[in-house]
Structure formats: C-alpha cells, structure tokens
C-alpha cells in the first residue's frame, strides 16, 4: 500500500469527509401543453460521503472465500505493483533477496526501483493486502441528483369522449427513479446498510440492493 507522507516520513492522517451531507432536498415542475399535463419531481444530495463496502470488500485476501471480484482490481493500470515488468522479479520476496541485490546493485537500488515502478500509482495491489484496510480508496463522494418521479399524461378532447356519454378521459404514465446523476462507482449513492443484519447503517454501502425503477400507466375516466 502507498501511503502519503509529511516530511519526516510520517503517514499523513486527516479527515475523509462526512457521512451527513451538507445540504438535502428536492424540487419540482408542473404545467401543461394544450392536452398534454406533465410533473416531475428531483431529490439531491450534496457534500455527503460514502464507503464503498463493496468495493473494499473486493480488494484484500483473507481467505480463500474472500476476494469476490480481485479481476476487476487487477485489471486497472495504475495500481500498485511488486513485481520488475523488465525482471520478472518479486522486489519484496525474502527467498529471492540474494538474487535482487545482484541484479539491483544493493538494497538502496531494490528501493529505487520499486519506487520508479510506482512513481504514478494510484491504487494498492490487493494480493498484497491480507486485512481489511480503510483508505480513502473506499470512501468516496455520495452527492447525487434523481429524478424521483415523472408524471405525463394526455386529456382526450370532449369531442370524442361526449360521443361515448363520458365526461373526460384521461391517460397517463408515471415513472419512478427514472435516473440519477453522480460519481459515485456504486450501484447506488442513497443506500445505507453494512450488512443482511444490519440495513441501517448510514453511510455505509456493503452489497446494498439499488432503488427500484418503477413504470405505472394508468386512465382516468368521469362519467
């Protein structure tokens, strides 16, 4: 793991954010066109952060049930590596330590060259990782624009519902959770559970189910 250091070479400890977001709420819109009506609702989050349990989860070896989705982890570029792509050698491998510092010219050329390997890593390797480990590579930015709820629907003109002895005729659809708008990676920045035994936890997001999209269509007749 690569952790940033003050100049005495002590890891730098500071705050990642807040579960509690800074400010939460919702508008919306109505009108009508001739006809046709619509209404839309959004709700928002701003400035709250989330840990992404999911994927912390997936990024260490603890045994071998532990792991659910490693490929992903080490399919990404910029991870942090071990092994010389030109050498083919293990930099921190005990039983190889006579052949690295030939090959490297001592332990400060080893040192060296796991530092030049590295220069632009941005994220641990997770083989080398055997616990859990909370960094700021889980806890991630949850603010996120939804639109909740949109509503359109079409009044039939009188022309045609006087001939069937009906007063008006009315047909609509509404959809729910349409779309959300966010960076969060997760399936879902609105969720807060840690576990089956747990579902409520805020700010926390271990295999949590995403809200559902609804569709709903309907017809409103007056005699």
């Not at 730098?12 to 109505?30: C, M, P, V, Y």
């Not at 509503?151 to 959770?177: D, M, S």
């Not at 805020?202 to 809200?211: E, L, M, Q, R, V």
Request: net charge neutral.
């Amino acid at each position: 793991m690569k952790l940033q250091c003050d100049e005495h070479g002590n890891p730098i400890k500071q705050r990642l954010g807040s579960t509690i977001a800074h400010t939460t709420g919702g508008f919306g819109f109505d009108g009508h066109i001739d006809n046709f009506d619509f209404n839309l609702f959004f709700n928002y989050s701003l400035g709250n952060k989330l840990i992404n349990g999911t994927k912390l989860m997936s990024a260490f070896y603890a045994n071998s049930s532990s792991g659910y989705s490693l490929n992903d982890d080490f399919a990404l570029s910029k991870r942090y590596t071990l092994v010389d792509p030109e050498t083919g050698l293990n930099l921190v491998k005990p039983s190889s330590w006579s052949t690295l510092l030939n090959t490297y010219g001592g332990e400060n050329g080893v040192i060296r060259r796991l530092n030049q390997m590295n220069a632009h890593a941005s994220i641990y390797n997770p083989a080398t990782v055997t616990t859990m480990q909370l960094t700021d590579y889980a806890v991630e930015d949850a603010s996120f624009l939804r639109l909740n709820n949109l509503t359109i629907g079409y009044t039939l003109p009188q022309a045609w519902t006087k001939k069937c002895l009906l007063e008006n005729v009315r047909v609509y659809f509404t959809g729910y959770n349409l779309f959300v708008i966010t960076s969060y990676s997760g399936a879902d920045p609105e969720v807060d559970t840690s576990s089956k035994r747990n579902l409520m936890t805020p700010g926390i997001d271990y295999a949590a189910y995403p809200k559902s999209r609804l569709f709903l269509a309907g017809i409103n007749v007056t005699f």
